[in-house]
């Protein structure tokens, strides 16, 4: 498609001839994609005016849903964002137009961390409330609004503005995280003050009952943990829905930091089960050598046996982990 390697270059000169000589504005290629995608996606002002006015569709769909809208926000082209909600009077973009994930402009603009184009879009009708379903888990999909995304991310900016705009600090997604459990999993202390400061609740739990605090200790993010530790108070010791504590979740990534971290400075217990087992024995089983020394080392029972009547030594995956507790029994004895 000429027409839309034109548009994709910049190439206005050509792009004017093409028009002129009668190419289709709304042309697509296989996926859907227009000519004006193509120029959205790579913030060439000039010729998005040009096949505005040729007649292009300002809300055409690719097919993932995305708009000429969508490209501009996901790559921040303030400038294109302003000429396609104004659209030269014509009926401009929809600032609330839906890819096929439920996300709209102001998600993608969101997770981008591009404050000028948030604005606009918020100027021009888009909410920091809308919840779209973003696939950011690994399990499942999940419905989530921008404060999410921006917490996630860390765009600290973002936030502020989207929160500034009437967007809800404590708003739950589909699995009853709040922006903050994100802001703590992606280890972004900025957010997690900015969202208690408006009221959001560093002890929340998500539907599985799991905290913030559960939710760093899992992604190894220690400043985070730290901070809900020392400057919230949060409880070490809390527990989800089927008794995993934060040590727990940490201990079974591998984050050795963390599970250092929650003995040391949060007084949790080290050899706390969930409804199946122990912290040594989950991370005896994904052989994270270093997590069951600190566990060990904090007094961890090496003798502990899990739902199925197992010991640690029984699970354990490697002979350096098996080595490291049977030095401890030795120990135990001696």
Not at 38 to 51: M, N, P, T, W, Y
Not at 263 to 281: K, M, T
Request: proline share 4%.
């Amino acid at each position: 498609m000429a027409l839309a390697a034109a548009s994709r270059a910049g190439d206005l000169d050509n792009l004017c001839v093409l028009l002129k000589a009668g190419a289709d504005p709304n042309a697509r290629d296989k996926r859907g994609k227009t000519a004006l995608h193509e120029a959205c996606s790579q913030g060439h002002d000039k010729c998005v005016e040009a096949l505005l006015r040729a007649g292009a569709l300002v809300s055409a769909h690719k097919t993932n849903g995305f708009t000429p809208l969508h490209y501009a926000a996901a790559t921040g082209r303030a400038s294109i964002i302003s000429i396609l909600l104004a659209s030269f009077g014509f009926s401009g973009a929809n600032a609330c137009d839906r890819d096929h994930k439920g996300e709209q402009a102001i998600h993608l603009a969101a997770r981008g961390g591009f404050v000028p184009a948030v604005e606009i879009l918020l100027a021009h009708g888009a909410s920091g409330n809308a919840a779209s379903n973003n696939g950011r888990t690994r399990y499942f999909q999940v419905k989530a609004s921008s404060v999410h995304t921006a917490s996630l991310h860390g765009h600290e900016l973002v936030l502020r503005l989207l929160l500034s705009s009437g967007a809800d600090p404590a708003a739950c997604d589909t699995g009853g995280s709040q922006p903050i459990h994100d802001a703590a999993a992606g280890g972004h202390v900025g957010c997690m003050e900015l969202l208690t400061h408006l009221g959001a609740d560093p002890n929340a739990s998500d539907c599985a009952g799991c905290t913030p605090l559960h939710r760093g200790s899992s992604a190894g993010e220690v400043d985070a943990a730290r901070w809900l530790l020392k400057q919230k108070g949060v409880d070490a010791n809390c527990r989800d829905n089927i008794g995993s504590t934060p040590l727990y979740w940490a201990a079974s990534r591998g984050r050795a930091d963390v599970v250092a971290l929650l003995i040391r400075e949060g007084n949790a217990d080290p050899s706390a089960p969930n409804a199946h087992r122990s912290p040594l024995h989950v991370a005896a089983g994904w052989r994270h050598l270093s997590v069951c020394d600190e566990l060990l080392k904090a007094g961890a029972d090496p003798l502990a046996v899990d739902r199925e009547g197992l010991t640690v030594l029984q699970v354990a995956k490697t002979d350096d982990v098996a080595k490291l507790l049977d030095e401890e029994l030795v120990a135990s004895r001696s």
